[in-house]
């Protein structure tokens, strides 16, 4: 009803030529890198409450979980490699069609593909940052200080969350050894946003920049269920500018969209690429809303 059959595909390859394209990207378009989503079309949910950032400060056995099922969970982040999807984002930007990439996913898999503008929004899990005295080391680097303090510890998760949290048993949990900042003995952190943190505001506030010097903003994977990537969304409509949504399945964004594609983002983004390699097949987006002149 709202898909390629009423040339949604088209319009979309339409928008993207004209350039100035803000990417606004979600777990969904990493899921066919096999990274598990937290909802939508791969109909698994969360296997676990994900820690908040208070319980992670004020508990030593919230740690001890986190870092457990992290340490665990990382081979599986680590070990995962950019899809079709990713790569075409980095092509786009390669042939100059973006003003920037925001992204909610924390496994750095659009710049394993290629592409260099990209913001961050909720961190990364390839860095960790101390505590206390705020310095950023590699998360490689923590992985093998913790495989050193853990030589015999070798557990078989029976899940994995999208932020590389893997389901352990608790006596897994129970024996694993956390380690401290190497200079300054304070705690680790993954350099990532956890629940119940705030998105830095010089980051939020670069976004909103981005946003509002878009052309067009175009949600990839994302059901925006969460308000820090939705409110770029909202940010985008209230200035007129063109939204579309690619996203199996509905999302809180798509009454502010332009056009939606439900539809796997591989696919939909390979179609995507060879639309724009053919201009013959772009359908102009200016017929759908009035008053979108290239900003
Ligand atoms: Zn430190």
């Known amino acids: 009803m709202r898909d390629a059959r009423t040339?949604?595909?088209?319009?979309l390859a339409g928008l993207v030529a004209g350039g100035g394209v803000v990417i606004l990207s979600g777990a969904g378009l990493s899921t066919e890198s096999g990274i598990p989503d937290y909802r939508g079309q791969t109909g698994r949910s969360r296997r676990a409450e994900p820690v908040t950032y208070q319980a992670f400060t004020a508990s030593a056995a919230a740690r001890q979980r986190y870092w457990a099922r992290s340490h665990s969970g990382w081979r599986h982040i680590a070990r995962?490699?950019?899809?079709?999807?990713?790569?075409?984002?980095?092509?786009?930007?390669?042939?100059?069609?973006l003003a920037g990439i925001i992204t909610q996913n924390v496994d750095g898999l659009h710049q394993a593909a290629g592409a260099r503008q990209v913001t961050e929004l909720h961190g990364s899990l390839h860095r960790v940052v101390c505590l206390g005295c705020g310095r950023r080391a590699t998360r490689e680097r923590l992985g093998r200080r913790l495989c050193a303090a853990n030589p015999d510890w070798n557990a078989s998760?029976?899940?994995?969350?999208?932020?590389?949290?893997?389901v352990l048993a608790g006596p897994d949990v129970a024996r694993f050894q956390v380690v401290d900042c190497e200079d300054c003995g304070g705690l680790l952190k993954p350099d990532v946003v956890f629940f119940g943190e705030n998105v830095p505001p010089a980051r939020v506030q670069q976004c909103y920049q981005l946003t509002g010097g878009a052309r067009a903003l175009v949600v990839l994977g994302s059901s925006l269920t969460v308000m820090s990537g939705y409110r770029f969304v909202r940010h985008a409509a209230k200035l007129a500018i063109p939204v579309a949504i690619?996203?199996?399945?509905?999302?809180?964004?798509?009454?502010?969209?332009?056009?939606?594609?439900?539809?796997?983002?591989?696919?939909?983004?390979?179609?995507?690429?060879?639309?724009?390699?053919?201009?013959?097949?772009?359908?102009?987006?200016?017929?759908?809303?009035?008053?979108h002149t290239g900003r």
Request: hydrophobic share 40%.
């Open 246 to 291: 690619v996203n199996q399945g509905p999302t809180r964004g798509d009454a502010h969209a332009l056009l939606t594609l439900d539809a796997p983002l591989g696919r939909a983004l390979t179609a995507l690429a060879g639309a724009l390699a053919s201009p013959a097949s772009l359908t102009a987006p200016s017929g759908l809303r009035s008053g």
């Open 157 to 166: 998760p029976s899940g994995l969350n999208p932020d590389g949290d893997a």
């Open 7 to 11: 040339g949604a595909a088209g319009v």
């Open 80 to 97: 995962a490699t950019p899809n079709a999807g990713h790569r075409v984002v980095a092509e786009l930007e390669q042939r100059g069609l």
